[in-house]
C-alpha cells in the first residue's frame, strides 16, 4: 500500500509565504518524478512544477520565480517553497507522485488527498 501525505496548507496574506510538504509512505521500491498541481473553484487541475529524480525542474509560467520545488529522496519528500503568493494562486494543491511499488514491476501515479491554501488581498 502506497499512500502520499501532504501538509503546509493554510491561509496568508498576499505577499506571503507557505511551505508545502508530501510524503510518499508504504511499500515503495522507487519514487520517479514529483510534482504539485492545484485545482481553483471551478477550473481544471493545473500543473504547478515538477521535479525529477535527478533534481530537474518544471513550472507554469504563473508561478516561475515565486515557487520553487525541491525533494529529499531519503525521505521520498517533494516540497513547494511558495513566495510572493497571489490571490489568484488560492486553490486545492495536490501532490502527484509516480511510484514503483515493492513486488511490482510498473510504475503507478499517485494523488495526495489535497491542502487548501487561501491568499487573502
Known amino acids: 500500500q502506497v499512500q502520499l501525505v501532504e501538509s503546509g496548507g493554510g491561509l496568508v496574506q498576499a505577499g506571503g509565504s507557505l511551505r508545502l510538504s508530501c510524503a510518499a509512505s508504504g511499500s515503495i521500491f522507487r519514487v520517479n518524478n514529483m510534482g504539485w498541481y492545484r485545482q481553483a473553484p471551478g477550473k481544471q487541475r493545473d500543473l504547478v512544477a515538477t521535479i525529477t529524480s535527478g533534481g530537474g525542474t518544471n513550472y507554469a509560467d504563473s508561478v516561475k520565480g515565486r515557487f520553487t520545488i525541491s525533494r529529499d529522496n531519503a525521505k521520498n519528500t517533494v516540497y513547494l517553497q511558495m513566495n510572493s503568493l497571489k490571490p489568484e494562486d488560492r486553490a486545492v494543491y495536490y501532490c502527484?507522485?509516480?511510484?514503483?511499488?515493492?513486488?511490482?514491476?510498473?510504475?503507478?501515479?499517485?494523488w495526495g488527498q489535497g491542502t487548501q491554501v487561501t491568499v487573502s488581498s
Open positions: 502527484n507522485a509516480e511510484i514503483r511499488p515493492l513486488g511490482k514491476v510498473s510504475t503507478y501515479k499517485y
